[in-house]
């Protein structure tokens, strides 16, 4: 039976606890009292994947089943999320392939002959062949890439965007003219975490700048508590706005998954479980991993961590209408993450650990570390945020100054001379996000090599924008001093420093919360 | 300056250290008492015990006990045992229960049993302590002729009522628990519903000073050959149309009576019994230490109310 998420309080019986940092991760002592919020443990996964996939194609929420909306002569376009999901990358086949598979199949007994396949990067880097290989199986690829029929979306390319229209609040909707243009659009998603899904698949993930700006910005973000609840995500408000548009034009068959919290392979269950249920063997598997890992050079400690596939498990898949299908999506995302917590404390504690959204086969630099924290696990909450206003976040990360030339080439740019200049979101978007955003150097190795668009690391900041203005003070344990300073936070050594360090913020003896993550989690704060 | 084989060494050692004190290398673990709730069910194997009470483990036990364990116990605590003549007119099997406090319980108990009722008699171990690793299952089933009791309710493999239907007598803590103070907990209906059940009468045993030689915590008794003492009282039979939820308060009384026997004399303790005024068994509603510290004393040393003894030579 799957046990419930629960709220530790650190006693004198409490063994010290996992924290991940970066490529690594310590074991902890937290002083008493401190809360620490676990995760359910993983659901059981759909015994029989194909079933629950042809169950969903051929009995969709509030449409039509697939195989009657095919036909002969139309235009069937497959878009899909990219690397950016899940996190760390699927276990082959990825859950993507297994349904793009059987929607081609049925497009092949009706009939359709223009297919295209489609990536929904946005402004995230173009996928390599290797790596659409994988999301996509080799069978769809071998049809399908060497006819340049499965690409990336290209949020640059102006002739191959249609601007459908704009909103009720006047927010420009561009997309994909492919996908605009279809007879059908079947969207494929992989759902891990509440902020997926919904109306951020097709209007964000198929968008062009020119639509992204109405609502990634640090105002929206600032306003929206949190991004991980779509109901109270401007961010969200004005996805949905737009999807309600697209809908009016266009026939998007959505079809949205959920896994388990199956997130590290077996040689890593330990970081799995709870800390003090830990067998002998869990507890020689981490220390081997700790003097490992302090022995191993850092191109062979980032490959061990990089290389890692998640053995994940489907929890749930729907299809039809997206509005229909994402509440029964976000059901199965609270039903695997969410934990009640009763209030909210001074200092919350985040480990960040090696990967995001927008390093994976890369290096999680400080911008990226920071909108991972700040960013997506401060705003992992449901009802207010785990500390509360004017608290302190304490972070661990290294923080080192390693940026990935080629995935990241407008983020060194952002770190040596925005960050420079001011930290503060709403300054930095107003001054340089339009310099940045129309940079042809950064649009042409957007376009051409593997780069995250020159606006993306304003993106990572604003992600971070609602935490910057709740908290009072951000330490990072471990973390580069320089760094922390260029991103105008302080560092610390232990976490006894740390405190210290906060404590002109929140006094001597503040209450601690503890955001045990990975695997994900929601807290529910009453 | 440390060179980096030293600094991973140093480092290594200190992460050895931390696991050891942070799992208790060495102790049973534990659980935070916030997680207690969401510790899921034992799915432990079942573990079969009648191999210990057939021929050869009864051969084994044998050696066991007198070779080896009643050795060793009395090198470390000295006991008094009164009362045995209970069980002259008995014919077994019958039902021991006892208060509580310390792992010296058991050995104290058998120990004190005549031979011919301590070669028949079976001890109920709580399933998920003493039978949480074959090891410690196999250890306790050898020496003290264990068999698992199960305190949250699962399926065993043998119950009591057939190590009773087989002729051998059982000891049985119906606290479930050793105490944590050193006083009586609540008695819970296992054993008077077992005597109601097999009509086997109980034989109440009370004890003192275990808690004092070792307490909850500790592996070993204290240095300085602690005193112990048991008492054995005379046994109860279940009324005819007794339940056990009314034949276990006369088990609680007895075993009161007899701590309260222990405390001062017979003569007291029957006038006590006989007024309703037998100290409850539980101890008195106190501050915690000072239901501790009343624990931790010794009892009065099994020669105290004697003669001195005449030394032989100057220690």
Same mark, same amino acid.
């Given at each position: 039976?799957?046990?419930?998420?629960?709220?530790?309080?650190?006693?004198?019986?409490?063994?010290?606890?996992?924290?991940?940092?970066?490529?690594?991760?310590?074991?902890?002592?937290?002083?008493?009292?401190?809360?620490?919020?676990?995760?359910?443990?993983?659901?059981?996964?759909?015994?029989?994947?194909?079933?629950?996939?042809?169950?969903?194609?051929?009995?969709?929420?509030?449409?039509?089943?697939?195989?009657?909306?095919?036909?002969?002569?139309?235009?069937?376009?497959?878009?899909?999320?990219?690397?950016?999901?899940?996190?760390?990358?699927?276990?082959?086949?990825? +859950?993507?392939?297994?349904?793009?598979?059987?929607?081609?199949?049925?497009?092949?007994?009706?009939?359709?002959?223009?297919?295209?396949?489609?990536?929904?990067?946005?402004?995230?880097?173009?996928?390599?062949?290797?790596?659409?290989?994988?999301?996509?199986?080799?069978?769809?690829?071998?049809?399908?890439?060497?006819?340049?029929?499965?690409?990336?979306?290209?949020?640059?390319?102006?002739?191959?965007?249609?601007?459908?229209?704009?909103?009720?609040?006047?927010?420009?909707?561009?997309?994909?003219?492919?996908?605009?243009?279809?007879?059908?659009?079947?969207?494929?998603?992989?759902?891990?975490?509440?902020?997926?899904?919904?109306?951020?698949?097709?209007?964000?993930?198929?968008?062009?700048?020119?639509?992204?700006?109405?609502?990634?910005?640090?105002?929206?973000?600032?306003?929206?508590?949190?991004?991980?609840?779509?109901?109270?995500?401007?961010?969200?408000?004005?996805?949905?706005?737009?999807?309600?548009?697209?809908?009016?034009?266009?026939? +998007?068959?959505?079809?949205?998954?959920?896994?388990?919290?199956?997130?590290?392979?077996?040689?890593?269950?330990?970081?799995?479980?709870?800390?003090?249920?830990?067998?002998?063997?869990?507890?020689?598997?981490?220390?081997?991993?700790?003097?490992?890992?302090?022995?191993?050079?850092?191109?062979?400690?980032?490959?061990?961590? &990089?290389?890692?596939?998640?053995?994940?498990?489907?929890?749930?898949?729907?299809?039809?209408?997206?509005?229909?299908?994402?509440?029964?999506? +976000?059901?199965?995302?609270?039903?695997?993450?969410?934990?009640?917590?009763?209030?909210?404390?001074?200092?919350?504690?985040?480990?960040?650990?090696?990967?995001?959204?927008?390093?994976?086969?890369?290096?999680?630099?400080?911008?990226?570390?920071?909108?991972?924290?700040?960013?997506?696990?401060?705003?992992?909450?449901?009802?207010?945020?785990?500390?509360?206003?004017?608290?302190?976040?304490?972070?661990?990360?290294?923080?080192?100054?390693?940026?990935?030339?080629?995935?990241?080439?407008?983020?060194?740019?952002?770190?040596?001379?925005?960050?420079?200049?001011?930290?503060?979101?709403?300054?930095?978007?107003?001054?340089?996000?339009?310099?940045?955003?129309?940079?042809?150097?950064?649009? &042409?190795?957007?376009?051409?090599?593997?780069?995250?668009?020159?606006?993306?690391?304003?993106?990572?900041?604003?992600?971070?924008?609602?935490?910057?203005?709740?908290?009072?003070?951000?330490?990072?344990?471990?973390?580069?001093?320089?760094?922390?300073?260029?991103?105008?936070?302080?560092?610390?050594?232990?976490?006894?420093?740390?405190?210290?360090?906060?404590?002109?913020?929140?006094?001597?003896?503040?209450?601690?919360?503890?955001?045990?993550?990975?695997?994900?989690?929601?807290?529910?704060?009453? | 300056?440390? %060179?980096?084989?030293?600094?991973?060494?140093?480092?290594?050692?200190?992460?050895?250290?931390?696991?050891?004190?942070?799992?208790?290398?060495?102790?049973?673990?534990?659980?935070?008492?916030?997680? /207690?709730?969401?510790?899921?069910?034992?799915?432990?194997?079942?573990?079969?015990?009648?191999?210990?009470?057939?021929?050869?483990?009864?051969?084994?036990? /044998?050696?066991?006990?007198?070779?080896?364990?009643?050795?060793?116990?009395?090198?470390?605590?000295?006991?008094?045992?009164?009362?045995?003549?209970?069980?002259?007119?008995?014919?077994?099997?019958?039902?021991?229960?006892?208060? @509580?406090?310390? @792992?010296?319980? %058991?050995?104290?108990?058998?120990?004190?049993?005549?031979?011919?009722?301590?070669?028949?008699?079976?001890?109920?171990?709580?399933?998920?302590?003493?039978?949480?690793?074959?090891?410690?299952?196999?250890?306790?089933?050898?020496?003290?002729?264990?068999?698992?009791?199960?305190?949250?309710?699962?399926?065993?493999?043998?119950?009591?009522?057939?190590?009773?239907?087989?002729?051998?007598?059982?000891?049985?803590?119906? /606290?479930? %628990?050793?105490?944590?103070?050193?006083?009586?907990?609540?008695?819970?209906?296992?054993?008077?519903?077992?005597?109601?059940?097999?009509?086997?009468?109980?034989?109440?045993?009370?004890?003192?000073?275990?808690?004092?030689?070792?307490?909850?915590?500790?592996?070993?008794?204290?240095?300085?050959?602690?005193?112990?003492?048991?008492?054995?009282?005379?046994?109860?039979?279940?009324?005819?149309?007794?339940?056990?939820?009314?034949?276990?308060?006369?088990?609680?009384?007895?075993?009161?009576?007899?701590?309260?026997?222990?405390?001062?004399?017979?003569?007291?303790?029957?006038?006590?019994?006989?007024?309703? %005024?037998?100290?409850?068994?539980?101890?008195?509603?106190?501050?915690?230490?000072?239901?501790?510290? /009343?624990?931790?004393?010794?009892?009065?040393?099994?020669?105290?109310?004697?003669?001195?003894?005449?030394?032989?030579?100057?220690?």
């Amino acid at each position: 039976m799957t046990r419930p998420g629960f709220v530790l309080e650190v006693d004198d019986r409490t063994p010290p606890l996992v924290v991940h940092e970066g490529e690594g991760f310590r074991l902890q002592e937290f002083p008493l009292g401190t809360r620490v919020i676990y995760p359910p443990e993983s659901l059981p996964a759909v015994p029989d994947v194909d079933a629950a996939i042809a169950e969903a194609l051929l009995h969709p929420l509030d449409a039509d089943p697939l195989p009657t909306q095919l036909r002969p002569g139309m235009r069937l376009t497959i878009a899909f999320d990219d690397v950016s999901l899940p996190l760390p990358p699927m276990r082959a086949p990825d +859950i993507r392939q297994r349904i793009i598979e059987a929607v081609l199949t049925m497009a092949a007994d009706a009939g359709v002959d223009d297919v295209q396949l489609i990536a929904a990067n946005a402004l995230h880097r173009r996928m390599t062949p290797a790596e659409l290989r994988h999301i996509v199986g080799e069978r769809a690829f071998r049809s399908f890439h060497p006819h340049g029929l499965l690409t990336n979306h290209d949020a640059e390319d102006h002739d191959n965007l249609l601007h459908v229209g704009l909103t009720e609040k006047g927010e420009d909707v561009e997309i994909n003219r492919r996908a605009a243009e279809s007879d059908l659009l079947v969207y494929v998603n992989v759902n891990l975490v509440a902020m997926d899904g919904g109306h951020k698949s097709v209007p964000i993930g198929l968008a062009s700048y020119k639509s992204l700006r109405h609502h990634h910005n640090a105002k929206t973000m600032v306003r929206s508590h949190s991004f991980m609840d779509h109901t109270k995500s401007h961010l969200h408000h004005s996805a949905w706005r737009m999807g309600r548009l697209l809908k009016e034009h266009l026939n +998007i068959f959505q079809i949205e998954t959920t896994l388990n919290n199956d997130v590290f392979p077996s040689s890593y269950d330990f970081l799995m479980k709870r800390e003090w249920e830990w067998s002998v063997r869990d507890q020689a598997a981490m220390l081997g991993a700790r003097r490992a890992l302090a022995l191993a050079p850092r191109r062979l400690r980032h490959k061990l961590f &990089h290389e890692m596939r998640s053995p994940y498990g489907l929890t749930g898949i729907h299809a039809g209408d997206t509005e229909a299908v994402h509440e029964r999506t +976000i059901a199965n995302v609270h039903r695997q993450q969410l934990v009640e917590v009763q209030g909210q404390s001074d200092v919350l504690v985040l480990g960040v650990p090696y990967l995001g959204p927008y390093n994976v086969n890369s290096v999680m630099n400080p911008i990226l570390a920071t909108c991972m924290g700040l960013g997506y696990f401060f705003n992992s909450y449901r009802g207010q945020p785990l500390v509360r206003r004017g608290g302190a976040v304490i972070l661990y990360h290294p923080l080192e100054a390693n940026f990935d030339q080629l995935h990241h080439p407008s983020y060194i740019d952002f770190y040596d001379e925005i960050l420079a200049e001011s930290t503060d979101p709403l300054v930095i978007e107003e001054k340089y996000e339009q310099q940045f955003a129309t940079d042809p150097w950064y649009i &042409h190795l957007y376009r051409t090599s593997h780069a995250y668009h020159g606006v993306h690391p304003f993106y990572m900041w604003y992600w971070a924008a609602h935490a910057m203005d709740h908290v009072d003070d951000v330490i990072w344990v471990g973390g580069d001093r320089r760094t922390a300073a260029r991103l105008g936070f302080r560092a610390a050594s232990t976490l006894a420093d740390a405190l210290e360090m906060a404590s002109s913020t929140v006094g001597s003896s503040p209450s601690i919360s503890y955001l045990h993550n990975p695997p994900h989690l929601i807290a529910d704060v009453r | 300056m440390a %060179t980096l084989p030293t600094t991973w060494l140093r480092d290594g050692v200190a992460d050895v250290r931390i696991v050891a004190r942070g799992w208790r290398w060495g102790r049973r673990p534990v659980v935070p008492r916030s997680a /207690e709730p969401f510790v899921p069910p034992s799915q432990k194997p079942v573990f079969r015990t009648d191999w210990a009470r057939r021929r050869p483990a009864r051969a084994a036990r /044998e050696i066991a006990q007198k070779a080896g364990l009643e050795p060793l116990f009395r090198s470390q605590v000295r006991t008094r045992v009164e009362g045995l003549d209970v069980l002259t007119d008995l014919r077994g099997p019958v039902i021991f229960v006892a208060n @509580h406090a310390s @792992h010296l319980d %058991t050995p104290l108990i058998l120990l004190s049993l005549p031979d011919a009722w301590r070669r028949r008699t079976a001890v109920a171990a709580a399933a998920d302590y003493f039978f949480d690793t074959w090891w410690r299952a196999v250890g306790s089933a050898v020496v003290f002729n264990t068999f698992p009791i199960d305190r949250r309710g699962g399926s065993l493999a043998t119950t009591p009522g057939e190590v009773l239907a087989e002729g051998w007598s059982l000891v049985i803590f119906p /606290e479930g %628990t050793r105490s944590r103070d050193g006083w009586a907990g609540r008695f819970q209906l296992g054993a008077a519903w077992l005597a109601t059940e097999h009509d086997v009468p109980v034989v109440p045993i009370a004890h003192r000073g275990t808690f004092a030689a070792m307490p909850r915590g500790q592996g070993w008794p204290a240095r300085g050959r602690q005193p112990l003492t048991v008492r054995f009282g005379p046994p109860l039979r279940p009324g005819v149309d007794e339940s056990p939820r009314d034949f276990a308060p006369r088990i609680r009384d007895a075993v009161a009576a007899l701590l309260d026997e222990e405390r001062t004399t017979w003569w007291d303790a029957r006038r006590r019994a006989a007024d309703g %005024t037998t100290p409850d068994a539980s101890g008195p509603a106190v501050a915690p230490w000072r239901r501790v510290w /009343e624990q931790a004393a010794p009892p009065a040393t099994p020669r105290a109310d004697s003669a001195p003894a005449r030394q032989a030579w100057r220690r």
